[in-house]
């Protein structure tokens, strides 16, 4: 610590120009009195980054007063990885560009609009793994310059209300491995928030298995809703068959491409329900041998007659 101290140091006395810094260590979860002598350290270093003009910051595992960061206006990406955010004097930042959360702690269930509100020219937002945002009020990104967005780990209360026609890519994956919560009201909740945006480049749903879905009532319950989304990329671990669960997720989604990437049995199941869907354009599957993809020649259960649980790959392209 004393070498990176006195490093910091020169960096301070001499006024030399920080175009990037990472403070990324997991011993800094400052669970003992020992870890605490270093708070003031870090924070010095913090002081000193900040100060010389840091445009490209990563945090690890650090409490910290995020807008005390951006109003020096400097930092132009900020990533923060398992760090807690301190509520402190709220504050506008035009320079930031793009900022990464990734199992952030928020205190503060107002703090991650506020945020959003400050950054109104952010092009690119990760959200990752940030627990707590599926029960706060509905969040808002406001930015006009949005051009890259990602969102992992849940469906979240998030809608982007004045969409920026630069937005090239915008994805979100869905881990549903406790598939118990993937029922009637969980597809609902992603069909509403999918609608939410004008299209979603990629949208990626894993789950355990495929659950029955009580689907009778929603479409008559979202007829205002209308999601657009370009790729949906499914993973199912386990074997089984509902035709619901399947059409839920083309409901929910109305993806342009439906990959699937599952046993053969579960492909074979897949190809057999939407073959002869009405919106169904072609369906590929990829050849272990050639290595190629090649349209579906289909007969109803052919393709599981051997090796069902050898994991394969198919597509499918819609029309809608």
């Given at each position: 610590?004393?070498?990176?101290?006195?490093?910091?140091?020169?960096?301070?006395?001499?006024?030399?120009?920080?175009?990037?810094?990472?403070?990324?260590?997991?011993?800094?979860?400052?669970?003992?009195?020992?870890?605490?002598?270093?708070?003031?350290?870090?924070?010095?270093?913090?002081?000193?980054?900040?100060?010389?003009?840091?445009?490209?910051?990563?945090?690890?595992?650090?409490?910290?007063?995020?807008?005390?960061?951006?109003?020096?206006?400097?930092?132009?990406?900020?990533?923060?990885?398992?760090?807690?955010?301190?509520?402190?004097?709220?504050?506008?930042?035009?320079?930031?560009?793009?900022?990464?959360?990734?199992?952030?702690?928020?205190?503060?269930?107002?703090m991650l609009q506020t945020l959003l509100n400050s950054c109104p020219l952010i092009e690119?937002?990760?959200?990752?793994?940030?627990?707590?945002?599926?029960?706060?009020?509905?969040?808002?990104?406001?930015?006009?310059?949005?051009?890259?967005?990602?969102?992992?780990?849940?469906?979240?209360?998030?809608?982007?209300?004045?969409?920026?026609?630069?937005?090239?890519?915008?994805?979100?994956?869905?881990?549903?491995?406790?598939?118990?919560?993937?029922?009637?009201?969980?597809?609902?909740?992603?069909?509403?928030?999918?609608?939410?945006?004008?299209?979603?480049?990629?949208?990626?749903?894993?789950?355990?298995?495929?659950?029955?879905?009580?689907?009778?009532?929603?479409?008559?319950?979202?007829?205002?809703?209308?999601?657009?989304?370009?790729?949906?990329?499914?993973?199912?671990?386990?074997?089984?068959?509902?035709?619901t669960f399947v059409d839920a997720l083309v409901w929910s989604c109305q993806p342009r491409?439906?990959?699937?990437?599952?046993?053969?049995?579960?492909?074979?199941?897949?190809?057999?329900?939407?073959?002869?869907?009405?919106?169904?354009?072609?369906?590929?599957?990829?050849?272990?041998?050639?290595?190629?993809?090649?349209?579906?020649?289909?007969?109803?259960?052919?393709?599981?007659?051997?090796?069902?649980?050898?994991?394969?790959?198919?597509?499918?392209?819609?029309?809608?």
């Amino acid at each position: 610590m004393k070498i990176v101290d006195d490093i910091m140091g020169r960096y301070r006395d001499g006024k030399i120009p920080i175009e990037k810094f990472e403070l990324s260590d997991d011993r800094l979860f400052f669970e003992n009195s020992h870890e605490v002598l270093l708070v003031p350290m870090i924070d010095k270093w913090l002081d000193i980054v900040l100060t010389n003009g840091v445009k490209d910051l990563t945090i690890s595992s650090y409490p910290l007063f995020i807008f005390a960061i951006l109003a020096l206006k400097s930092v132009r990406k900020l990533v923060l990885e398992s760090c807690i955010l301190l509520p402190s004097v709220v504050v506008n930042c035009n320079s930031l560009r793009k900022l990464s959360l990734s199992y952030v702690r928020l205190v503060d269930e107002n703090m991650l609009q506020t945020l959003l509100n400050s950054c109104p020219l952010i092009e690119s937002f990760i959200f990752e793994y940030c627990k707590g945002l599926e029960t706060m009020n509905p969040q808002k990104i406001k930015s006009v310059s949005l051009k890259f967005l990602k969102i992992r780990f849940y469906i979240p209360q998030l809608k982007i209300v004045r969409e920026s026609r630069q937005l090239k890519y915008s994805r979100i994956v869905l881990q549903c491995l406790d598939s118990d919560n993937v029922n009637a009201a969980w597809f609902c909740k992603l069909r509403k928030f999918l609608s939410n945006s004008i299209s979603w480049s990629e949208v990626l749903i894993e789950s355990y298995r495929c659950n029955d879905i009580n689907i009778q009532n929603l479409q008559l319950d979202h007829k205002d809703s209308n999601p657009h989304v370009d790729v949906l990329n499914v993973i199912i671990w386990k074997n089984g068959e509902s035709p619901t669960f399947v059409d839920a997720l083309v409901w929910s989604c109305q993806p342009r491409r439906l990959n699937v990437h599952s046993t053969r049995e579960k492909i074979t199941f897949f190809i057999d329900h939407l073959m002869y869907m009405k919106n169904l354009i072609k369906a590929y599957k990829f050849d272990r041998k050639k290595e190629s993809w090649h349209p579906v020649e289909h007969k109803s259960g052919e393709l599981a007659t051997t090796n069902s649980e050898m994991w394969d790959w198919c597509y499918f392209l819609l029309d809608w």
